[in-house]
């Protein structure tokens, strides 16, 4: 089991910004999951992203066939997912993360699992611009993931 944690940490000028990332069970950081998943829903999610939401939809009902088979669906900055083989198990998607060393290749993640994940970010978002940040300064907010 994965925790998904959203909470507001301080940047070098003292400014409270949201940020996720994923612990395993013994608290360390798991970096493949955080690099890829964590960063890659934080990053193409801010606002939200309809155009994925549609992809993801067919991709899940099987509706969605890609144009080429050797192009990325849908990619943000260095981040990369394909959500059919195959590149994608069946019933995953595959994210991988150019930028970053230490993911080895592209990762894999169920439909439910980036479902949560997007799930848990968007409530956190909400609830930010809702009460602000000086009343969730200090909180963490988790989801666990399989």
């Known amino acids: 089991m994965r925790h998904i944690v959203a909470e507001l940490v301080k940047d070098g000028w003292g400014r409270y910004v949201p940020r996720m990332s994923c612990l395993r069970e013994d608290g360390s950081t798991d970096v493949l999951c955080e690099h890829t998943l964590v960063d890659f829903i934080a990053e193409a999610y801010m606002p939200d992203d309809e155009e994925l939401d549609r992809l993801l939809d067919l991709a899940e009902r099987d509706g969605y066939t ?59 978002q909400k609830l930010l611009a809702r009460e602000g940040p000086d009343k969730l300064a200090g909180r963490r907010f988790e989801v666990t993931i399989p």
């Open 66 to 124: 890609p144009s080429t088979t050797d192009a990325v669906h849908y990619g943000i900055n260095e981040k990369s997912l394909w959500c059919r083989p195959p590149e994608a198990l069946p019933g995953h998607v595959s994210i991988s993360n150019e930028y970053s060393g230490a993911v080895p290749g592209p990762q894999q993640f169920t439909f439910d699992q980036f479902r949560t994940v997007l799930r848990h970010w968007r409530e956190f």
